[in-house]
């Protein structure tokens, strides 16, 4: 009566409750937010408990010791950023609890304590993602976004309703810093804004006599150059199924743009009838070119017999000469398909997406994250993160200790950013959670879905002076 | 605020209510707000021209709702600022709720708000200030009232578009089916519309009369009166789904109707039918988190919760959902035409009845004759009494151009009646009373590919 009396006039107390009875089941929580490691920056992660109860009691505490406990009459649980830092101070590279005691028939029962780990290593303190509907070809309103890991800070860099409602994508950093970074604007007001330093330009990525402009890009570690990927690009509809939309190409090579000279590189082992290359991405060393290879796109080929190859290529900065495209995992002799490759930053490690066919695996249920292990080219599918739906574009941290990745596990159709750790030692990952938000049901009523997430060190700055430079017109390439 | 607005118009008649009392309420304060920043009536009741003005603006459905719903916050502010007695709270508060607005409604609805303020206040102040006298009041009131009252009637019933009301009529008539409203307006409708042959057609089929009555409505957008070729077009993305849910074909269906929801927003119709068509393509996680949206509404939180009950069973009243063909080869839609789907969706289903009706009309409104003929024997699988009259005008052009070898074997055989009607028809074309041809055969297909087909007066045989 006290503990309802108190509810009653406060909502919420903090005291502990003693049980009158525990039962060996995990309680459920919403976010999945059991079994986790989590970094020693990041938000709180709030969740709901998804058991029946007329009230709920919430420890949370580390070495057998409660630090902090609610006692709330919902069942949301709000962490204070308060207490959460005391938690974060006191389990750093150590297991914390959370005890759930429920109030049912005036009865207190205690569930098994959910476990998840304290990380003493930190995660990039910023996420860039875009976020916009999940639809098929019109858009609205769109932007890209940047989200303060360590609180719940969402800062759009670039809108497009600042841009005559084009369409802005693909935003790509160096090394994790948003030092040399890029933004494709798509419409009216269409260019790349690349920026170099404190020098922001729009250029038309588009050598002479090429069909396509550039896509999608990676910047050099060095900053000099950015890899782009020349595609056309084509959205298929699926007649009938759960998998809605297929993205497919029907053309594509690579090109190496010179920041610097405003120029493009290219080369017949990069482009060219007879393959399409995709999804460039530099080795920590920028010696290295990894991308995706298919037979190139006859008409009338079906478009589920399309299948990518994970290549790399030597790229020497000074000459700005390539070498020779070498295969370094045949994904279609085994009936699968590359896309994504990104390298750890340690160099041993390269991380990509699995799935049955094509390239755009953000609409293939099937496709999974892969590690390959670099020095002995041994693939594994990570299974320790991937779910039976989506898991697809990823990043890792600047330290190579964390990676992000978009999955849909949660509805099959909104792409959600999963966090997990890394052991660059073992090679294995633990098991991902999804980006903590002030409301713990915000996922179950956002219809936007979370594009391209990327990790980086500091937050963009003066995300207006890219809306600037969009207007202006943009500058051709050297030839 | 606007979303809100929007809402109450879930009942017509309160809706109705609701937005001319918001209309009233921005002459209202308006009105008072003259008296109480120049302590002079507005005489030449100036304040009435923007009630007006919006009236005539609303009659189009195009109008952003926005606009009257930030006007009247504009006022209601500028109402709550001046009611402030101390002056430097004023000042402050005027800044800080003028920096909200601006952030909020943006800041030319914020201008204009402000102009609708200053001009009555500026011509009670300095122009009409010295009447006094309640009859010259009265004198000065009247005709200026009559006149507005006027000008207003006027633009009102010049603007009010007959048509566009119509299109309204005929949209709701389709989403309630009812086939014979739809039928009543397109009868009365003059012109032609490709949206509104769009519903015809639709309404032709279910009251079983679309292989009878095609050419009896116009249908000079050709195919594209059966369905919306996807042109990436906003304004036609919420019409799309109708026919891909006739037909069952819920991942078109779908696709539309999210196109929709991208262009216009979470309404609770694009919402309604994203979880209808997720409920019934077996997506629950996608339907619930849909119908957690419109739980939020005001008025839709039951159907939400209806919804929400469905969702196990994964069926839907009223829809059906073409199955997906696990372990066969991909298969993408045909987005621009319509008849690779319709053949594809005969061939899934022989005894589908719509997909095979749709397809004999895209074939005939084509010009495609041969390939109508070629698709004629699938009529078997259905019980028409006959061979409907417009498939016999279509065979007897057909049976004109083959050999009578060719012809027989098909197993169809054109009726006397239908021949003594097509000679007809030739000696009415040759004598050139156009006028006679057009009354007396301007619904047969003979006369749609002489004269009305947007793909000219050949058969098209490819």
């Known amino acids: 009566m006290v503990v309802i009396t108190n509810l009653l006039v406060t909502g919420c107390i903090n005291a502990p409750v003693t049980p009158d009875d525990t039962i060996k089941t995990y309680p459920v929580l919403s976010p999945d937010y059991t079994g986790a490691t989590f970094p020693s920056n990041i938000a709180p992660p709030n969740f709901v408990i998804k058991e029946d109860g007329e009230a709920f009691s919430v420890e949370f505490g580390t070495d057998g010791h409660t630090l902090f406990s609610y006692t709330i009459d919902v069942p949301e649980v709000i962490i204070k950023e308060r207490d959460w830092h005391k938690l974060q101070k006191a389990a750093a590279g150590k297991t914390f609890f959370i005890r759930i005691t429920v109030l049912r028939n005036e009865k207190w029962l205690r569930f098994a304590d959910v476990t998840n780990t304290m990380s003493d290593k930190a995660i990039d303190g910023f996420l860039v993602y875009r976020l916009l509907y999940p639809g098929y070809e019109l858009w609205n309103e769109m932007g890209i976004y940047q989200r303060d890991l360590t609180s719940y800070d969402e800062t759009p860099l670039i809108e497009n309703n600042e841009l005559e409602k084009g369409c802005v994508n693909c935003h790509t950093f160096s090394r994790n810093s948003p030092e040399n970074m890029m933004i494709h604007v798509r419409g009216k007001l269409g260019g790349t804004i690349i920026k170099h330093g404190d020098k922001l330009t729009k250029v038309n990525v588009k050598g002479e006599g090429m069909p396509n402009g550039g896509a999608y890009a990676a910047y050099h570690p060095s900053g000099k150059y950015i890899a782009f990927s020349a595609n056309e690009i084509q959205q298929f509809f699926h007649s009938t199924g759960s998998k809605a939309i297929e993205v497919s190409d029907l053309e594509s090579d690579l090109m190496v743009y010179d920041v610097e000279k405003n120029q493009i590189i290219t080369d017949s082992v990069i482009s060219g009838s007879h393959f399409m290359e995709t999804f460039p991405n530099w080795s920590p060393d920028g010696s290295q070119l990894y991308f995706c290879r298919a037979a190139a796109y006859v008409k009338g080929m079906p478009l589920d017999s399309i299948r990518y190859d994970l290549f790399r290529i030597a790229f020497d900065q000074d000459t700005q000469h390539f070498g020779k495209p070498e295969c370094v995992y045949n994904a279609s002799s085994k009936g699968k398909s590359v896309s994504f490759p990104r390298v750890s930053p340690d160099g041993n490690y390269l991380m990509f997406t699995q799935s049955d066919y094509g390239n755009f695996s953000i609409w293939h249920p099937e496709s999974d994250l892969c590690l390959i292990t670099l020095s002995t080219g041994k693939m594994r599918i990570m299974d320790e993160v991937n779910s039976n739906n989506v898991e697809s574009y990823h990043t890792w941290s600047s330290t190579g200790e964390w990676f992000v990745f978009s999955s849909k596990r949660q509805d099959g159709l909104w792409a959600r950013p999963f966090i997990a750790r890394f052991d660059s030692k073992t090679g294995k990952a633990g098991k991902p959670f999804v980006l903590p938000q002030r409301d713990p049901e915000f996922y179950d009523n956002f219809t936007k879905t979370f594009n391209l997430p990327e990790l980086i060190i500091r937050p963009v700055k003066d995300g207006n002076s890219f809306v600037r430079e969009a207007r202006n017109k943009p500058k051709q390439v050297n030839p | ?462």
């Open chain 2, 1 to 462: 605020m606007t979303d809100f607005i929007i809402q109450f118009f879930y009942f017509p008649l309160p809706g109705s209510i609701l937005f001319a009392s918001l209309i009233s309420l921005i002459y209202l304060i308006n009105s008072f707000l003259c008296k109480h920043i120049t302590g002079k009536a507005d005489l030449l009741q100036l304040s009435l021209l923007p009630a007006f003005y919006f009236l005539i603006c609303y009659e189009s459905t195009e109008f952003p709702v926005s606009w009257v719903v930030g006007v009247l916050l504009g006022l209601l502010a500028i109402r709550a600022i001046v009611s402030i007695p101390f002056r430097y709270a004023r000042w402050l508060s005027a800044v800080l709720l003028l920096a909200v607005l601006i952030y909020s409604v943006g800041p030319l609805i914020v201008l204009v708000t402000l102009l609708i303020v200053a001009v009555p206040c500026f011509f009670a102040r300095f122009v009409t200030y010295r009447i006094t006298n309640d009859k010259t009041i009265l004198l000065f009131s009247l005709p200026v009232l009559l006149l507005y009252a006027g000008v207003t009637f006027y633009f009102f019933v010049h603007s009010y578009s007959t048509r566009e009301r119509q299109m309204i009529e005929a949209g709701k008539c389709v989403k309630e089916k009812d086939w014979n409203g739809v039928l009543a307006i397109s009868a009365r409708y003059h012109g032609t519309n490709q949206l509104l042959s769009y519903f015809t057609n639709m309404a032709l089929y279910h009251k079983g009369r679309m292989p009878y009555d095609l050419f009896k409505y116009p249908q000079s957008a050709g195919v594209e009166s059966l369905y919306f070729p996807w042109k990436s077009d906003s304004r036609q993305s919420e019409y799309g789904h109708f026919i891909y849910e006739e037909l069952g074909y819920l991942n078109e269906a779908h696709r539309w109707a999210f196109e929709a929801m991208v262009v216009f927003g979470e309404t609770a119709p694009n919402l309604t039918n994203l979880i209808r068509y997720n409920i019934a393509n077996n997506r629950p996680l996608v339907a619930q988190r849909f119908i957690n949206i419109l739980k939020q509404s005001l008025f839709y939180k039951k159907e939400a919760i209806a919804y929400e009950r469905m969702l196990p069973s994964g069926k839907v009243p009223g829809l059906k959902a073409l199955s997906h063909q696990e372990g066969k080869p991909a298969r993408f839609a045909n987005v621009m035409n319509l008849g690779p789907e319709l053949r594809y969706l005969c061939e899934r289903d022989s005894s589908d009845r719509m997909a095979f009706e749709y397809l004999m009309s895209d074939l005939l409104l084509s010009n495609q004759v041969v390939r109508f003929v070629e698709n004629l024997g699938r009529i078997r699988a259905f019980p028409y009494p006959a061979l409907p009259t417009l498939y016999e005008e279509a065979l007897y052009i057909y049976k004109l151009g083959v050999d009578e070898k060719t012809f027989n074997s098909l197993g169809f055989t054109v009726s006397k009646q239908t021949e003594i009607r097509f000679n007809a028809y030739y000696k009415l074309l040759k004598s050139g009373n156009m006028q006679l041809l057009k009354d007396q055969f301007g619904d047969t297909y003979w006369y749609y590919l002489n004269f009305t087909s947007p793909y000219g007066s050949k058969i098209i045989n490819k």
